[in-house]
């Protein structure tokens, strides 16, 4: 199993943890991450909203750097899978679109020839190791730990980009979250957005819909929330201090990266996965599944 | 086909103080439609159960409900696709919308904001001759080709995350018809179009969450065609939002470093905006003592910077 590694901006950037994660737990599943460093940015859906062509070029560039390797993309990111997968979708569909986009590539001596695939470490997990494979694997069982998994838009939305999982009914992380041992919540909010895109625009819209997914994942008994997307973890858990002003309601909600997960239930340290790092405390996510 | 349990959203306001489920068991017909099975509950088990129906063939856009809790038209939708793994399927009103009776929505806000974007043609121009009608070139209508497919089921609106926490907001049904006829080459008004759609409510209070694009039963994309209203504000120099700044901030960085450095983009984004920076300011100053905001650390770059600014500045103007 080998893939080129697509961190994304934020886990260089305002979630660490979660790169140090994934780096952490890939030598014990088998996958060798060649990390793209000369790849740019996403464009994450934003700079769509002005230059769609110019985020199709920088994401070919992307393509192009994995394609010379003979290695599809993984990514650690929802947001960064959603983006790649739309552009690579419009690359390979269309000849003509292709050929423009690679007159911007070939300057620097690159062309993307639209062979290369882009996955998710999630799906990684399920479809390269497989659920009996990372079961075998476990040294520390999340000791039935209730997770409430949150999907993040874009990894499963929409279905005719991605068509991965069931984007209404997705059952990926679950399947995850009880091979390492632990409970997954049925909850409504698990596939809707957690508000970041207007933070800055909306702050009251944004928090409210972080706020209303906490506190379903609450009212259901999680002890942490789950995601695969560091942008949802941003709202989640970085601005969490800052909803209860907009909801009138406290959650304490420890909200951990898949991979810290799989690390933790790897038998991993807890500091090596960075879980010391979070805004809202994971003591007592890491305290319950360590003290067994 | 198995036996299959309905939980069927019911509320009359004369009786009931609040909603309940009922349930409804039988074994609906091979290729039945949830909307078939809605008849056979209310032809044969039931008829206080009270729906819109009409066309059966997903253009009337009378059917639109809540299946296992995601918006379609019933009478395109196979209940064989739907059964839950117990044997039910739960059927609701549409989301964000208060309910008049059963699975009967009020529509009224829907038809107000549909009515605020202006969906009509405001041409400022002179037909091409008296008597004559605008012409449009086929080239022309497919700018809007996919918007003009709406048929106004309200099911972007039910699923619309945005709305779940704003009511003010337009919300997608609304928005990708402004786009229509923003993009339509016989309206005169698109400039000022524009102007009201920056506003609060507008098209920067969308999160982008694509539960439109999944939910419409035809192909709108209604967040494909709020992205295409802001490119068009964008073009005619609407900056002047924190929406709009976001947006060209994080461009303008992204070329100049190959890489978002968060760092930057809120501080600019926010424009001169010393309350709101302050509101930020103690979970950043956690942020930074948690290591998650490292601000000594130079730029963040990615290697061979100058090949994503080359590339950049060659597309700057769009093409």
Not at chain 2, 13 to 36: C, N
Not at chain 2, 141 to 152: D, G, K, N, Q, Y
Request: glycine share 8%.
């Amino acid at each position: 199993m080998k893939y080129a590694y697509f961190p994304g901006c934020v886990a260089r950037g305002n979630c660490p943890e979660l790169n140090s994660a994934t780096l952490a737990i890939a030598p014990l599943l088998g996958l060798e991450l060649v990390e793209l460093a000369e790849a740019p940015c996403c464009g994450a859906g934003v700079i769509n909203s002005q230059n769609p062509v110019l985020a199709d070029t920088y994401n070919a560039k992307t393509f192009a750097l994995a394609e010379e390797q003979g290695l599809n993309v993984m990514t650690v990111c929802s947001t960064c899978i959603g983006s790649l997968r739309k552009s690579n979708k419009r690359l390979q569909g269309q000849s003509a679109y292709l050929e423009q986009v690679n007159q911007h590539l070939r300057p620097s001596g690159r062309e993307y020839h639209g062979n290369v695939d882009v996955t998710h470490l999630l799906y990684v997990l399920i479809n390269d190791v497989g659920l009996d494979s990372l079961r075998s694997m476990v040294k520390r069982p999340l000791q039935g730990l209730r997770c409430a998994p949150f999907y993040g838009c874009f990894i499963l939305r929409p279905s005719e980009v991605m068509g991965l999982d069931d984007p209404e009914h997705p059952t990926s992380l679950e399947r995850v979250i009880e091979a390492l041992g632990g409970k997954p919540i049925d909850y409504w909010h698990k596939t809707r957005c957690c508000g970041f895109p207007i933070t800055l625009e909306n702050e009251a819209a944004s928090f409210k819909m972080a706020g209303a997914a906490i506190g379903e994942a609450k009212d259901l008994g999680a002890e942490c929330m789950v995601t695969p997307c560091p942008l949802c973890h941003m709202n989640l858990d970085m601005q969490q201090p800052r909803i209860p002003r907009h909801t009138g309601r406290t959650y304490n909600m420890p909200v951990i990266h898949l991979p810290q997960l799989v690390g933790l239930a790897l038998g991993l340290d807890p500091k090596q996965l960075g879980l010391h790092k979070h805004i809202m405390d994971t003591s007592a996510v890491v305290s319950r599944v360590v003290a067994h | 086909m198995a036996d299959i349990r309905f939980q069927v959203h019911r509320f009359n306001p004369e009786t009931d103080e609040k909603p309940y489920y009922q349930e409804y068991q039988f074994t609906p017909l091979e290729g039945s439609t949830v909307l078939d099975c809605l008849n056979y509950i209310k032809w044969h088990l039931d008829d206080t159960l009270a729906y819109r129906m009409s066309c059966r063939s997903a253009i009337c856009g009378s059917c639109a409900m809540r299946v296992n809790g995601h918006a379609k038209l019933v009478c395109q939708t196979q209940v064989k696709n739907v059964v839950r793994p117990d044997g039910t399927v739960r059927i609701d009103p549409v989301g964000n919308m208060p309910v008049l009776k059963d699975l009967i929505a009020d529509m009224h806000g829907f038809w107000t904001k549909m009515q605020a974007v202006k969906p009509y043609l405001m041409p400022t121009q002179p037909p091409p001759s008296a008597n004559q009608e605008y012409l449009q070139l086929p080239e022309a209508f497919r700018l809007f080709e996919e918007e003009a497919t709406c048929i106004m089921c309200g099911a972007c609106v039910s699923d619309c995350t945005s709305l779940e926490s704003d009511k003010q907001f337009l919300g997608p049904a609304a928005l990708a018809k402004a786009y229509r006829f923003s993009a339509d080459t016989r309206d005169g008004r698109r400039h000022e179009r524009l102007e009201e759609l920056i506003e609060r409510g507008g098209m920067w209070d969308c999160v982008r969450c694509n539960e439109c694009v999944q939910t419409c039963p035809k192909t709108v994309a209604p967040m494909e065609a709020i992205l295409k209203l802001r490119q068009m504000a964008l073009k005619e120099r609407l900056t002047d939002s924190i929406g709009a700044r976001h947006v060209t901030v994080f461009t303008d960085i992204v070329g100049r470093r190959g890489i978002l450095d968060e760092r930057e983009l809120p501080v600019r984004s926010l424009g001169f905006n010393p309350v709101k920076l302050l509101g930020m300011a103690p979970v950043a100053l956690q942020s930074v003592l948690k290591g998650k905001i490292r601000p000594l650390e130079p730029p963040h770059k990615v290697k061979g910077v100058e090949d994503v600014q080359r590339i950049h500045r060659e597309m700057e103007d769009g093409s």
